[in-house]
């Protein structure tokens, strides 16, 4: 049986086989081979057929600008007002190295032996590698070939020795990174391997540096010993802020799921606890599935549909013979986890695209015995990943490292609402209007405490893309009493004289259609201390949505008070994604085949490969 051959742009003008291509238009054969690429084809359009050429890079730059104003459109009807992508990490310049004695380099201590030996320890933690690699032969013969007079010890001495001096020295930096720092928030979460033999408590912390830089670091990736309570918890936060020298008063918030021993631990500690956004959207999903009749019955069903045809080689040959021939994208179906965000979403989503290619299957292919959507059921999973996507972009969007720190809830919650009312006023069908209804109130009632949460409001206050344009209730009097108490009262009419042209965004995107709704009408500045001017100064202008809050306040000089007080809560992020980000780490390093791996080694390796991701070389 002949290889398939690979999809091409020229195909709709050629015949191609194994080492050859006939021409639609005027019947010449040219050689042609896979390995070769199709430049043969493309010159004898070229050459000979000119016209259909043009037209087919017409129709592609076409295709391309359509993509584009698909995404552009997207971006302008996100429920967050930035694009999904996490800033590049600040990474550390690589410290100098003294030079080399070249009489004991080579020696058992000597300086390229270090070197090597920290590289070799570095490796194993970031590329997430076992311990036992050092021992095995491949290994062993590359370093015989790269390094040949370079002796390689034990994997004792790498687990011993080698990983411990790196932890010290990574904490060494975050305790130097975060020395002089005031104010910084905290994500923490507890997790549990596969095999139950392994707990951790992930603690991560956030703040910004003085040149309004955001940054973060693991604090600690603690092994926990016994149940998950929040007397453990406690206990192991205590030792991690203590290791760094850092104060209690120190911590702004700590960003954590609902779990009763989590919400006990930031009780208990006396530090404001703040739900994590994607969590609680993904609460929402799951209530609102339960409100649709046997749709539950429907997502088993797809679970199962995703099992059979993953687990069946048979069923996915056939599955990928159906796509090809109906010209579709080579996209398999995606299963739902339950703690992996939107991947309901997804799944359902991977369902709809391949709709043709089931249908085909459930046809022609009984004996596979694959389950039988009915069309019913298929009109069901269309409406939930309709409603299910505006849910679901924001998750994706919240997800962005340092773009989305905690004053996007309230805004994001309100204009997700409005989008989904919005999206009522077309030709809707009753039952899903009622579904969309009944997903409002239920995200409404699980978010109702955030909108009253002065820790949000703050955030979202200080925040240049939202300020005070999204609260049902103006916050500028607790933002007055705030700096009041932070500061002194001085009376100036300097600000009074002070004036700032006006900025007006274009009013494009899903944000400005809210905001032309519901922004507050500011009333004329009147005379005031320095702090009411201050406030009366930052509000003077319009959010602008596309703004870049840490650009804005890094180059603002003329509202120090409020500086300080953006310095301080946009550090809080809106979700606990770091410390799931962490467990994804550890889940790699606990593998079956670990099954071994000491508690405290764990804990170290995912430190290690997680801060070593951060600060680069150390």
């Known amino acids: 049986m002949s290889a398939k051959l690979s999809k091409s742009k020229y195909d709709e003008f050629f015949k191609r086989r194994s080492n050859c291509a006939e021409c639609v238009v005027c019947h010449k054969v040219i050689k042609f081979s896979t390995s070769a690429g199709t430049n043969s084809l493309k010159y004898h359009l070229a050459k000979f057929h000119s016209n259909e050429l043009k037209k087919l890079n017409d129709e592609e730059s076409a295709s391309k600008r359509r993509k584009l104003d698909e995404l552009e459109s997207e971006r302008l009807q996100s429920t967050i007002p930035f694009e999904p992508v996490s800033r590049t990490v600040c990474k550390a310049s690589s410290s100098s190295v003294s030079l080399d004695n070249q ?28 311990l036992r690699t050092v021992e095995k032969e491949g290994f062993i013969r590359l370093m015989k070939t790269v390094a040949p007079r370079f002796k390689l010890k034990s994997r004792k001495y790498y687990s011993e020795t080698m990983l411990p001096e790196l932890e010290t020295r990574l904490k060494k930096r975050i305790k130097n990174e975060m020395k002089g720092v005031h104010h910084f928030a905290v994500t923490s979460d507890g997790w549990s391997s596969k095999d139950g033999k392994h707990s951790l408590l992930a603690i991560t912390a956030h703040w910004i540096d003085q040149t309004f830089t955001p940054k973060y670091v693991i604090l600690g990736a603690s092994a926990i010993k016994g149940r998950h309570t929040a007397e453990n918890f406690i206990t192991l936060f205590n030792r991690s802020l203590e290791n760094y020298k850092l104060k209690r008063e120190s911590v702004t918030a ?74 579709m994208p080579n996209r398999m179906l995606q299963k739902e986890t339950e703690v992996r965000w939107s991947s309901m979403y997804l799944m359902l989503k991977s369902f709809v695209t391949n709709r043709r290619a089931i249908t085909i299957i459930q046809l022609d292919h009984p004996e596979l015995a694959l389950p039988e959507i009915s069309l019913d059921e298929w009109d069901k ?10 849910a679901a972009d924001t998750t994706k969007s919240i997800q962005s490292r340092f773009y989305a720190p905690l004053s996007v809830v309230i805004p994001s919650l309100r204009v997700m609402i409005h989008k989904m009312q919005r999206s009522l ?25 955030y909108h ?42 300097d600000f009074a004289n002070q004036s700032t042209p006006e900025i007006v965004e274009k009013p494009t995107s899903l944000f400005n259609q809210f905001l032309m709704d519901n922004c507050p009408i500011e009333e004329a500045p009147k005379k005031h201390d320095s702090l009411q001017e201050e406030l009366d100064e930052y509000l003077r202008t319009p959010p602008i949505s596309t703004s870049d809050p840490y650009d804005y306040w890094r180059s603002k000089t003329d509202l120090p008070e409020l500086k300080k007080l953006a310095h301080k809560y946009l550090s809080i992020p809106s979700t606990s994604s770091e410390s799931e980000r962490l467990f994804s780490l550890s889940g790699l390093v606990c593998t079956p085949k670990r099954s071994s791996l000491k508690p405290e080694t764990l804990d170290q390796l995912t430190f290690c490969s997680a801060n070593l991701k951060i600060f680069g070389d150390i």
């Open 254 to 327: 700590i960003v954590r799921d609902g779990h009763r021993a989590m919400e006990a631990f930031t009780s208990r500690m006396a530090i404001a606890g703040i739900h994590c956004y994607s969590h609680n959207l993904q609460l929402v999903v799951r209530d609102f599935i339960e409100t649709i009749d046997n749709m539950k019955t429907t997502i088993e069903k797809l679970k199962k549909y995703v099992r059979k045809v993953s687990k069946s080689s048979v069923s996915r040959d056939i599955f990928i013979e159906i796509q090809n021939e109906e010209s």
């Open 103 to 130: 009489l004991t380099k080579w020696t058992e201590t000597g300086v390229k032996t270090k070197e090597i030996e920290e590289e070799i320890i570095k490796m194993i933690a970031v590329d997430v590698m076992p």
């Open 425 to 449: 006023n077309g030709d809707t069908s009753e039952t899903r209007s009622i579904h969309v209804q009944k997903f409002i109130t239920l995200l409404e009632e699980r978010t109702e405490s």
């Open 452 to 493: 009253s949460n002065t820790i949000l409001r703050t955030a979202t206050f200080c925040d240049p893309r939202f300020k005070d344009s999204y609260f049902t209730n103006s916050h500028k009097d607790h933002i007055l009493r705030i700096l009041r108490s932070d500061s002194q009262n001085i009376v100036s009419d």
């Open 381 to 390: 999973i269309t409406e939930l990943l309709e409603i299910l996507k505006t």
